[in-house]
């Protein structure tokens, strides 16, 4: 069976939502032995495109492409299987595969553009409902989906986000070196909650000792947060854009902790990754990060900024070695390969 996927996602900077549309596709990739990989031609990441031998179709770019170029290719493909890895896929297509990451616009359009929220709140709930199956990345916007767009349990799997391929190689037999560095992974919006995260490590006092540093992307559909100036200028609070995945993977084994202070998430990806290159892990208590990392994580209240301080000085002195115990399994459920035979498995069963 030929299985056609929408690779849009390789010409977008990479986030939590095209890491999984990449490294699903690898694995995708090296599962099936008839799969054709579809872009439009404004490709950013032009050597994981060579690695999956993308075809470029099509004259436009964006949203156009997908709604206008990629429909017409796909009219003529004998009615072969879709799959959109990344929130969004033609409308007119009558063999749709989607993932759906999360409902952010759904239940807080005002965290984007009025156009972004708009057009999402128009699109998914019709994907949603017209696809032959959805995928998603963790039980609670499993539920979220079933809930909101009355979608029968049996149409929704989990296909959990793990550990890239990078990181993986990039693995040795040693133990990282730790340095006193606190590190968070977000864009840079009003969603991940950078701002109540940078107050609260001025509070903490750590900054004598310790180094914030923070990195993300900035994209205009977002609302960005506004950063204090004032704590910008301290010398132990280092922002930047987002790092080339060398340089993240080389923070991640530096970084002591890992921390997310976000207000509503997916997956949360730089925990697991934390976990992986042997962080302490501090994270916001919200339901989906109850659901993935609960007994690996110290929990906070992220809208309260004493409860992050408290977060941040208990974690100094404290051995993550209980929380981090059973870890092995955790990798092997939240996995690209065994996310990549699942999705394989229900198109294979829906087009047999």
């Known amino acids: 069976m030929g299985i056609f996927v929408n690779a849009r996602f390789l010409t977008q900077p990479v986030s939590g939502v095209q890491r ?31 690695e999956l031998d993308v075809k470029v179709v099509g004259n436009n770019t964006g949203h156009i492409w997908e709604q206008l170029d990629l429909p017409v290719f796909m ?3 004998n009615g072969a299987p879709l799959l959109s890895l ?43 409902r017209g696809s032959r199956h959805i995928f998603t990345v963790s039980q609670t916007i499993k539920k979220e989906i079933e809930d909101c767009y009355k979608i029968a349990s049996e149409n929704v799997s989990v296909t959990y986000n793990g550990i890239s ?10 133990k990282p070196v730790k340095e006193k560095i606190i590190f968070s992974v977000g864009s840079f919006n009003v969603r991940k909650n950078h701002q109540k995260l940078l107050t609260a490590f001025i509070e903490s006092g750590l900054g ?11 994209n205009k559909v977002f609302k960005e947060a506004n950063l204090n100036e004032e704590i910008l200028k301290n010398s132990n609070v280092k922002i930047y854009s987002s790092l080339p995945e060398d ?24 925990l697991l990754e934390g976990l992986f290159n042997g ?16 007994g690996h994580a110290r929990f906070c209240d992220p809208l309260n900024i004493t409860s992050i301080v408290s977060a941040l000085n208990s974690s100094i002195n404290e051995n993550f070695s209980k929380q981090n115990s059973g870890l092995d399994l955790l990798f092997r459920e939240y996995n690209y390969r065994r996310s990549a035979q699942i999705i394989l498995e229900k198109l294979t069963r829906k087009n047999a």
């Open 20 to 50: 999984y549309g990449i490294e699903c596709s690898r694995q995708i990739k090296k599962l099936h032995h008839d799969i054709t990989f579809i872009s439009p031609g404004n490709i950013l990441h032009k050597e994981i495109a060579n």
């Open 279 to 294: 962080c302490k892990i501090i994270c916001s208590d919200i339901p989906v990060y109850r659901e993935l990392y609960d």
């Open 208 to 218: 004598d000792t310790y180094q914030l540093v923070i990195t993300g992307d900035r």
């Open 75 to 77: 009219a003529k493909q």
């Open 165 to 174: 391929q990078k990181m993986l190689e990039s693995a040795g037999d040693k």
């Open 247 to 270: 340089e993240l993977i080389s923070m991640y084994q530096k970084a002591e902790i890992v921390v997310s202070t976000s207000l509503y998430e997916g997956f949360g990806i730089p």
């Open 86 to 128: 990344a929130n969004t896929a033609p409308l007119f297509c009558k063999n749709n595969f989607i993932t759906i990451h999360d409902l952010a616009f759904y239940h807080h359009p005002e965290w984007n553009s009025k156009k972004f929220s708009a057009w999402y709140n128009f699109l998914v709930p019709r994907l949603a």
